[in-house]
């Protein structure tokens, strides 16, 4: 197979099958359920074209399809390792606010089991900051 599928792709100018004909820059705007339809449609084509022999080579043209074929992958997969990881970062960004919430209600609780004189020392040492800074 090709070294740089992308660049003999640019080079030979392929286009893929989906809602007529489409370029390779035009797969990575399509979503992962559009680029599974791409590759059906092409592992349709490169399983009526190929007959299994021992005799006859491969033609250029179940080489062409081989590479279609390893680029709408490629893409797919970029695409999904690219949701995935970004999924990964939205629940830890979750989680991270969870325990935040949790941190706070804690704070809240320490403050509430304070007693009068505790409470009124902790405003006065703020007020006292304040005043501080004023000066």
Not at 60 to 78: G, N, S, T
């Amino acid at each position: 197979m090709v070294k740089n599928v992308f660049k003999y792709a640019a080079k030979k100018q392929l286009r893929f099958p989906y809602k007529g004909i489409i370029s390779v820059e035009d797969l990575f705007n399509l979503g992962l359920t559009e680029l599974d339809s791409v590759y059906k449609v092409l592992k349709k084509q490169q399983k009526s074209s190929s007959e299994e022999s021992l005799i006859s080579d491969k033609t250029p043209q179940d080489a062409e399809l081989e590479i279609k074929l390893a680029i709408v992958k490629e893409i797919f997969d970029d695409k999904k390792i690219a949701m995935d990881k970004a999924k990964k970062a939205a629940d830890k960004k979750v989680q991270a606010q969870k325990i935040l919430e949790i941190m706070n209600k804690k704070q809240d609780e320490a403050l509430q089991n304070m007693s009068q004189e505790e409470l009124q020392a902790q405003l006065n040492a703020l007020t006292d900051d304040d005043i501080e800074e004023d000066e």
